[in-house]
């Protein structure tokens, strides 16, 4: 892959990132929303900013949705390392906010959690790719 093609791919990582987490921002401000869906949309924000930090440094990464095993995959030096040292409670989001099952549903509190762990996830990982050299033309600010 030439690094024009990288670049590319690494910043439709963070676009659809960016996308994701304004949703789940976005859906946080009505009062009608529904907090799994906030829940979920933020997992897949932190998700996605991960696995962009991952592909500008070359790295292979498993189609999993576990976020803890995914920001280790990143060398040393990464801010997002330092700064998210459990991103377990997000993670659960990946299946516990789409699918029924013995846990109980998300609550307006939990969304809010969410969302502002998934905004400093996508937050570090823009500044780290950006100390890496790697300029992100959409930062998420909607």
Known sequence: MSS????????RWLRFAAEDLHAAET?????????RHACWLAQQAAEKALKGALASQGIQFPFRH??????NLLPDGWEVKRQQPDLAELTEWAVE????GDWPDPTVQDAQRAAKQARAV??????DLER?????DDTGEH
């Open 4 to 11: 024009s093609e990288l670049l590319a791919e690494v910043r």
């Open 27 to 35: 859906l946080l401000t009505d009062e009608t929303f529904i907090p």
């Open 132 to 136: 890496h050299g790697v300029q992100i």
């Open 66 to 71: 576990d976020l803890d095993a995914l920001r």
């Open 122 to 127: 996508y937050d570090c990982v823009v500044a």
């Open 97 to 100: 906010a789409r699918y029924p």
